[in-house]
Nanobody
């Protein structure tokens, strides 16, 4: 199973980016896909998750109203649309997948698969 993340880059504060994560080798039809991030010198932080079967989404309070997670079933791909970016959003963003949905979606320990990470840098 591979999770291939893309879309990171350098953007000015207030700008937007869209991250993509394509899953290959299996689907997560009974589970979930989402995003975590790790800023320099900080712990991994939950960003957003989407439950594949229902489309229900959960987003961290720190990004609520600015970030949106969505999925495209046919491509087995999840997206993270990031708007109104702030310098504190600077981090490596990791795509994650879990085979069976967990209510502890905010915990990095519950995820079976991790992508390689894509760097997002927001300049002030």
């Amino acid at each position: 199973v591979q999770l291939q993340a893309s879309g990171g880059g350098l953007v000015q504060a207030g700008g937007s980016l869209r991250l993509s994560c394509a899953a290959s080798g299996r689907t997560f039809s009974s589970g979930a896909m989402g995003w975590f991030r790790r800023a320099p010198g900080k712990e991994r932080e939950f960003v957003a998750v989407i439950r594949w079967s229902t489309g229900n989404t959960y987003v961290a309070d720190s990004v609520k109203g600015r970030f949106t997670i969505s999925r495209e079933n046919a491509k087995n791909t999840v997206y993270l649309q990031m708007n109104s970016l702030k310098p504190e959003d600077t981090a490596v963003y990791y795509c994650v997948g879990r085979r069976i949905y967990s209510v502890a979606y905010y915990s990095p320990e519950v995820y079976d698969y991790w992508g390689q990470g894509t760097l997002v840098t927001v300049s002030s």
